[in-house]
C-alpha cells in the first residue's frame, strides 16, 4: 500500500507532490479507496471555501486522513479520514445529506473555542470529520467544512478505472 503525505500552504491544492483526494481526481481516490477496501463512499475536497487550504493528507493501510487549515478556525482546524469503524459513542443521530450515509454529530467544548465531531457511516466504512476551531463556533465555519467535502461512490471510482484501463483494472477484484 502506498504511503503518501502532503504539506501545502496558500491553495488547496499543492503544486508537485502528492495530492490531497479531490473529487475530480480519480487518480488519488484510487488510492484512498484501497486504504479502506470495503467503504463504500469515499470522501474527498469538492470545494475549497475562500480562507481554507489543505495542510498535509496521509494515505496509507490504516485509512485516508487528510487535514484542513482556516486563516479563522486556526490549523488543523478540521480533521478528515476514512476508516473501517468509528466510534459514534456519545453522538446524536442527525438527518444526513450525503446519499447512502447516516450521520452523527457531537460537541465536545464551546470553551475558548470549538471542538465537536461529525461521523458518516456508511456500507463498510465512515468518515469522521475533527472540528478544533481556535475561535468561538460559528455556524458558518462548519458550513464551509461541509462545503468543501463530498464523497465519491466506490462504483464510481472503479468505474474510472475501467474507463481508464478499457475494462482492464478496477479497484475492487472481481468476485
Known sequence: ???????ASGCGRAPGGTQPPWCD?????VLAAQSAPSAQLIPCLDAM??????DETRIDERGTEF????TIAGNDAARVELRAECDTTGHVQVPSEVVGAERFESVDSIDSGFRGRRVYTFDGGCTSIELEFDVDVSAALVSEVSIALGFVTRDDVNGAVRDVTDGREQVDPPV
Not at 502506498?2 to 504539506?7: I, K, W
Open 1 to 7: 500500500m502506498a504511503v503518501t503525505s502532503l504539506a
Open 25 to 29: 481526481d480519480y487518480t488519488v481516490l
Open 49 to 54: 471555501p475562500l480562507g481554507w487550504s489543505v
Open 67 to 70: 487535514t484542513l487549515d482556516s
